[in-house]
């Protein structure tokens, strides 16, 4: 069976920074684009930063230059690197991955919370 674990989420001050991970696990032949998203109390989840299995990277325009999205193909897992948090990214955070393991699917992490205070 496969599963997204995620850990990293937590309480910061704004300026602070936090990194998550999220690690694939089960029977895996492939993963192919991995990512997060968030999503705050009210809102709708958003792309957040996505990477491809060559290393191509993707932003939503409210975390260019402050988040670094990553991934250790040897050990299945994704990061993302968040720097100079604001309040406004106050949210939880979901890691998503396209696996193909029997079939290809579109996994969801079970969510991490990452509040940031002001």
């Known amino acids: 069976q496969v599963q997204l674990v995620e850990s990293g989420g937590g309480l910061v001050q704004a300026g602070g920074s936090l990194r998550l991970s999220c690690a694939a696990s089960g029977s895996i032949f492939r993963i192919n684009n991995m990512g997060w998203y968030r999503q705050a109390p009210g809102k709708q989840r958003e792309l957040v930063a996505a990477i491809t299995s060559g290393g191509s990277t993707n932003y939503a325009d409210s975390v260019k230059g402050r988040f670094t999205v990553s991934r250790d193909n040897a050990k299945r897992t994704v990061y993302l690197q968040m720097n100079s948090l604001t309040p406004e990214d106050t949210a939880v955070y979901y890691c998503?991955?396209?696996?193909?393991?029997?079939?290809?699917?579109?996994?969801w992490g079970q969510g991490t919370q990452v509040t940031v205070s002001s």
């Open positions: 998503n991955a396209d696996i193909v393991a029997r079939t290809r699917t579109d996994y």
